[in-house]
């Protein structure tokens, strides 16, 4: 009997701890937003946040930028 | 090993791309010069770039006469893709031309790759953590010589927060223990000339729960380890928090139009450097992996300025990291 009473009073209690629990809060941000900090000394250290960078694309928007491959326009050599 | 030794390693491992749609791009010169065309091919055997500058002119361009982001960018951009070694080999060229993030992006994907270069890897990355750290020393003497006490706070920092091992952490901390008041305590300097009286009467306690903010922010920064930080971060934005709400009380009862102003100012300060601590708790707990946590702090100052630049920067990053993979360091 203490055993299936403990087992409710556990099973209410995380009831309530759901119901009452908030939900975290989010803010509605446009990435596109983010600097692109490519050529600054910062992105040195840190790695550039704009979301071309950290995906490892090149962004065509900044010349500085080398965080994705160029393409060439030509037949190469191995 | 030197950079002409890397260079040609990095060559034996490099294959040529197949031909692709043309793209613009910007390569500069070892002097400065910026050369903005169309890369045609890479030479892997004499280690000569074919390019085409804006106005036609047709130029081949030795790899050694780039600059280091070019070079570094031309070597990557010819790199067998998902290669081990070749990951590795650009890390180590990313760091000796001074992208360390770029550098230990490579350094992680090479352990992805093939976690048997781990022993490898770990040896490089000791010396990829010992420059960067410098390198921030450096940015932040440069700072200070130059009297931008704000920009080498930001510089220290950030070499406390990340290489909290490397030996220059303790000669780091000394120097933003002392820039520290310099930086935050005179940010106030105005409010406190405008309004002396408010300050030594409804709005002392108000000033109090500011200062200790300030410290406690501080202690954050300089804590010596990752619980110590959290604390002191967390009593920071409690302060924070009763600074605000003792504002609010005061802005009700002193509704002159001199003072109203005075508060507003006071409460931008503590809103800004509500900001500022939860940038560098999501900074901190990033670091240590805790992805959700982070968002959690952001989230927070970006309800306060959803445009803080700072604070969108972080989104990014925490944003590709729990949802991609993908980072950095």
């Not at chain 2, 600059?67 to 060229?93: I, K």
């Not at chain 2, 922010?217 to 605000?244: D, V, Y």
Request: net charge negative; proline share 3%; aromatic share 4%.
């Amino acid at each position: 009997m203490s055993k299936t009473l403990a087992a409710s009073a556990l099973g209410l209690a995380f009831l309530i701890g759901a119901c009452v629990a908030t939900p975290e809060p989010t803010v509605e941000v446009d990435l596109s937003d983010v600097d692109c900090i490519c050529g600054q000394p910062l992105e040195a250290i840190e790695g550039c946040p704009h979301p071309l960078c950290i995906a490892g694309e090149r962004n065509p928007d900044n010349p500085d930028c080398v965080c994705g491959p160029i393409e060439f326009d030509g037949e190469g050599d191995r | 090993m030197s950079l002409r030794t890397r260079l040609a390693l990095i060559t034996c491992l490099l294959v040529a791309l197949p031909l692709t749609a043309e793209a613009q791009v910007t390569l500069k010169l070892a002097d400065g010069t910026a050369l903005t065309g169309k890369a045609k091919s890479y030479d892997a055997a004499t280690q000569t770039l074919e390019f085409v500058a804006d106005g036609g002119r047709e130029m081949q361009i030795g790899l050694d006469e780039l600059d280091g982001r070019s070079s570094y960018l031309v070597n990557r951009s010819n790199a067998r893709p998902d290669h081990a070694d070749t990951e590795l080999q650009l890390g180590n060229f990313a760091r000796d031309v001074g992208l360390y993030a770029h550098s230990a992006r490579h350094y992680k994907h090479a352990r992805r790759l093939d976690p048997e270069l781990r022993h490898e890897v770990d040896r490089q990355t000791v010396i990829l953590n010992r420059e960067a750290a410098e390198s921030c020393m450096a940015m932040a003497e440069e700072a200070l010589s130059e009297g931008d006490r704000r920009e080498a706070e930001q510089w220290l920092t950030k070499l406390i927060k990340r290489w909290p091992d490397e030996e220059l952490r303790g000669r780091a901390v000394t120097m933003l223990d002392t820039l520290y008041d310099q930086v935050h305590g005179a940010r106030d300097d105005d409010l406190e000339a405008e309004a002396p009286d408010l300050l030594a009467t409804d709005l002392r306690k108000g000033k109090q729960y500011y200062d200790r903010m300030l410290e406690e922010n501080e202690k954050g920064l300089l804590a010596p380890n990752q619980n110590q930080a959290r604390s002191a971060f967390n009593k920071a934005l409690r302060e924070g928090e009763r600074a605000l709400g003792q504002l609010d009380r005061v802005a009700k009862k002193r509704t002159d139009a001199a003072s109203q102003e005075t508060l507003q100012g006071y409460r931008e300060l503590v809103n800004d450097q509500i900001i500022e601590t939860r940038i560098h708790y999501a900074s901190q707990l990033m670091v240590q992996s805790d992805y959700k946590g982070a968002l959690r702090q952001v989230n927070a100052a970006l309800a306060i300025d959803s445009k803080d630049k700072q604070a969108l920067a972080m989104r990014s990053r925490i944003e590709n990291a729990i949802s991609r993979g993908i980072g950095w360091w």
